[in-house]
């Protein structure tokens, strides 16, 4: 079975750092775009950032932008979210997703994590 799995996630005060990390597995050959998006109470669930397949290509929330860093381990299908200087507004569900996979069970266009919660508090 293909699956995500985040880990990492947990209670820091505002000024603090964590670092999530998303592992695919189940036959898993390739994954084209890896990336990690949030959802907070009551809001939409949101991009915070994505990284191509070959590790050049990043996107970040504006929000992000200079305090998080995305970064990924294809020999271990694994993505990693560096998050720096936190904010209370940062509290959320942060969510792995995967699109594009290649597995030996066939393509997968996307697939999500379960999600792992943040909590910053001031």
Do not use: H
């Not at 000024?15 to 959802?39: E, H, K, P």
Request: net charge positive.
């Amino acid at each position: 079975q293909v699956q995500l799995g985040e880990s990492g996630g947990g209670s820091v005060q505002a000024g603090g750092s964590l670092r999530l990390s998303c592992a695919a597995s189940g036959g898993i050959f390739s994954i084209n775009v890896m990336g990690w998006y949030r959802q907070a109470p009551g809001k939409e669930r949101d991009m915070v950032a994505t990284i191509a397949r070959g590790g050049a290509r990043t996107t970040y929330a504006e929000s992000v932008k200079g305090r998080f860093a995305i970064s990924r381990d294809n020999a271990k299908n694994t993505v990693y979210l560096e998050m720096n200087s936190l904010k209370p507004e940062d509290t959320a569900v942060y969510y792995c997703n995967a699109n594009g996979m290649a597995t030996t069970t066939g393509w997968y266009g996307e697939l999500w994590g379960q999600g792992t919660l943040v909590t910053v508090s001031s």
